[in-house]
């Protein structure tokens, strides 16, 4: 069973940038696409972006110009950075594993417990 | 960018009723269509993946449904643990994929 674990700071300066780190324990990195999710009042549930073990990615097109996302495969590791935040990047941050299925199937099958990342000056 | 709007908002429904939850896509989705239950506190879970197939460990009395536009998560007789917020999600060809903003199950 994989298990993913959000690491990072969790308040954050308005226009500074929101860095996350997520652990992957009990599985193979080149099985999924690794993604971010963030969930906030105002907005509700919200794919950020995904990166797979080969290195290909996927951004949100309204958050792309502020999103990084990248893969450590040697440390079992993901990271999500979104710069210039503003109050409006408050919101529990999870990390989960995508999994696509041979016969086209797509789905979240493991969830970090999600990080509240706070934005405030 | 395809919305997803679930309706109800929220749904007051007793132990042992069932639930008949809607999630309408604003174009078509295909099977691209999962259903997450989250609880107070607690990440989503999968539940239902393309449309209708329930993942390991869900009950059968979580059932999904439902083509292109038009989907249903019908719980057919509530338990205590079944009261949450579900929320449906759509993976189609391009991003962003999205979430419905959710119907609660709340106890009558």
């Known amino acids: 069973q994989v298990q993913l674990q959000e690491s990072g700071p969790r308040l954050v300066k308005t226009s500074e940038t929101l860095s996350l780190t997520c652990t992957v324990s009990?599985?193979?990195?080149?099985?999924?696409?690794w993604t971010w999710i963030r969930q906030s009042p105002g907005k509700g549930l919200e794919w950020i972006a995904y990166?797979?073990?080969?290195?290909?990615?996927n951004y949100n097109p309204s958050l792309r110009s502020r999103v990084t996302i990248s893969i450590d495969t040697s440390n079992n590791q993901f990271s999500l950075s979104l710069s210039s935040v503003t109050a409006a990047d408050t919101a529990v941050y999870y990390c989960?594993?995508?999994?696509?299925?041979?016969?086209?199937?797509?789905?979240?099958?493991?969830w970090g417990q999600g990080a509240l990342v706070t934005v405030s000056s | 960018e395809i919305v997803l709007t679930q309706s109800p908002g929220t749904l007051s429904l007793s132990p042992g009723e069932r639930a008949t939850l809607s999630c309408r896509a604003s174009?078509?989705?295909?099977?691209?269509l999962t259903w997450y239950q989250q609880k107070p506190g607690q990440a989503p879970r999968l539940l239902i993946y393309?449309?209708?197939k329930r993942a390991t460990g869900i009950p059968a009395r979580f059932s999904g449904s439902g083509s292109g536009t038009d989907f249903t998560l019908t719980i057919s007789s509530l338990e205590p643990e079944d009261f949450a917020i579900y929320y449906c999600?759509?993976?189609?060809?391009?991003?962003?994929?999205?979430f419905g903003q959710g119907t609660k199950v709340e106890v009558k």
């Open positions: 989960a594993s995508e999994l696509a299925t041979v016969s086209g199937s797509y789905y979240f099958d493991n």
């Open positions: 009990g599985g193979s990195m080149k099985t999924y696409y």
């Open positions: 990166i797979h073990y080969s290195g290909s990615t």
């Open positions: 174009q078509s989705v295909g099977n691209y």
């Open positions: 393309s449309v209708s």
């Open positions: 999600h759509q993976r189609s060809k391009w991003p962003p994929w999205t």
